[in-house]
């Protein structure tokens, strides 16, 4: 009925969200790993994306949402990833 239809159409929604989400960050890691250059990366962006990321997977925990989990659970992971290249390479 319509109320399967509109869960599913919002399903559909989540994941292409999470999908985007994770393809976000996605290019800035790969540039980064391979020139080693993050003098034009932000602590604090990336700090709060972080900060936030981890916020949203509380949440999606509590909530039972994949989409969620997973979208910032791959956010947490870039982030991390680009404040620790920051930290090593400056």
Avoid: E
Avoid at 6 to 27: E, R
Avoid at 41 to 58: E, G
Avoid at 66 to 80: E, R, V
């Amino acid at each position: 009925g319509y109320a399967t239809l509109m869960h599913n159409v919002f399903n559909v929604i989540g994941y292409t969200a999470a999908s985007i989400n994770v393809v976000i960050l996605l290019p800035q890691v790969i540039k980064t790993i391979k020139t080693r250059k993050t003098r034009d990366l932000s602590k604090i962006t990336f700090s709060l994306m972080d900060i936030a990321a981890t916020l949203w997977v509380i949440y999606g925990i509590s909530t039972k949402s994949i989409p969620l989990i997973m979208a910032n659970g791959c956010t947490i992971l870039f982030a991390s990833t680009l404040l620790i290249m920051k930290h090593r390479h400056g």
